[in-house]
């Protein structure tokens, strides 16, 4: 058995989860932040039989879009002491990120 862990941007993760549940996989949905944007994402849960994983990547990738997104970072400024100045970069966000882990234990009790 198999654990997806996948993390979609917050607006896609109902459709995701719907048509994984239309599939027949159940899901689990956690409420995440990114660390560099700092900004709520979703962690979807899904427990597979190995053969099963490539179906359920699919579908996360079918529904889930890439976004621009631009953030402000800031950066020292020379000869300011102690200044900083604010600049804008644009970062790419998603689709999704999946990570397959090997489950070596499963159990409904
Ligand atoms: P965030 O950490 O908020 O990252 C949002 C987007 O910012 C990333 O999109 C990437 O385009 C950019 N980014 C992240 N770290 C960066 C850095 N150090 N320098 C420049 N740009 C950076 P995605 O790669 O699509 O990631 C979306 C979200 O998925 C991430 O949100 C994070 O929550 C998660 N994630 C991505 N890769 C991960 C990994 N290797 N381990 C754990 N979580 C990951």
């Known amino acids: 058995m198999k654990l997806v862990f996948a993390i979609v941007h917050s607006e896609d993760s109902q459709k995701v989860m719907d048509k994984l549940n239309k599939s027949g996989f159940s899901v689990t949905k956690l409420s995440s932040t990114g660390g560099f944007l700092k900004a709520g994402n979703t962690t979807l849960i899904t427990g597979v039989e ?9 579908i996360i990738e079918k529904e889930s879009k890439s976004r621009k997104q631009v953030v402000n970072t800031s950066t020292p ?3 300011l002491e102690g200044m900083l100045m604010a600049f804008p970069i644009e970062v790419v966000v998603g689709g999704a990120t999946i990570f397959v882990l090997n489950v070596d234990r499963f159990e409904k009790v």
């Open 50 to 58: 190995e053969d099963m994983v490539d179906k359920v990547i699919s």
């Open 77 to 79: 400024t020379t000869g």
